[in-house]
Structures are given as C-alpha cells and as structure tokens.
C-alpha cells in the first residue's frame, strides 16, 4: 500500500502561485511514475500533469507553460509549481502514483483562484 498526503492548497488571487505537494509513505518506488488530475466544480476530473521515474514530464494544454511537475525522490514527495493562476484552474487537485498493479490516489486538496 502507498498512502499519498496533498498540501498546499489555498485560496489565490487571479495571477498569483501556489506550490502543491505530495508526500508518499511505504513502498514508494521512484521508478514509478507520478501525476497531477484536478476536478473543477461540477465537472468530471481531468488530467493536468505526470511525471516518470526518470523525470520525463506531460502536460494538459491548459496548463502548459504555466504549471511546472517535480518530484524529490529522496523525500518522497512530487511538487506542482502553479504559477499565472487563472479562475479557470479553481478545482480539487489530487496526486496519483501509478504502480505495476494498482494506481493510488490522495484525498485531494482545494485550490481557489479569486479575487
């Protein structure tokens, strides 16, 4: 099993940054990888960024050049760096970490963009 723990969130104006971050505990292997899907209010969750063992990187259009995915492998922690924040990006936020037999999710955490 592999526990996920968000952070981070918060309420921001239009323009402003946040940094979320994901903490694993047991069993994390850093070969694995790692991502960032959010659900905006009244909608499905969709995908926003994932990350590789190797630290290859993908990103939604939306976010693309806005967002920046990490990860410390030594703490066992993935990093989304969210930057020029738009209403539009008003949603819960949740890690995954995808391993071999099973995708794990952490419990999510809110992020509001709003002036």
């Known amino acids: 099993q592999v526990q996920l723990v968000e952070s981070g969130g918060g309420l921001v104006q239009p323009g402003g940054s946040l940094r979320l971050s994901c903490a694993a505990s047991r069993n994390f292997f850093s070969s694995y990888s790692m991502g960032w899907y959010r659900q905006p209010p009244g909608k499905e969750r969709e995908f926003v960024a994932t990350?590789?063992?190797?630290?290859?990187?993908t990103y939604a259009d939306s976010v693309k050049g806005r967002f920046t995915i990490s990860r410390d492998n030594a703490k066992k922690t993935m990093y989304l760096q969210m930057n020029r924040l738009k209403s539009e990006d008003t949603a819960v936020y949740y890690c995954?970490?995808?391993?071999?037999?099973?995708?794990?999710w952490g419990q999510g955490t809110q992020v509001t963009v709003s002036s």
């Open positions: 990350i590789t063992g190797a630290s290859g990187t």
């Open positions: 995954n970490y995808i391993a071999p037999s099973k995708t794990y």
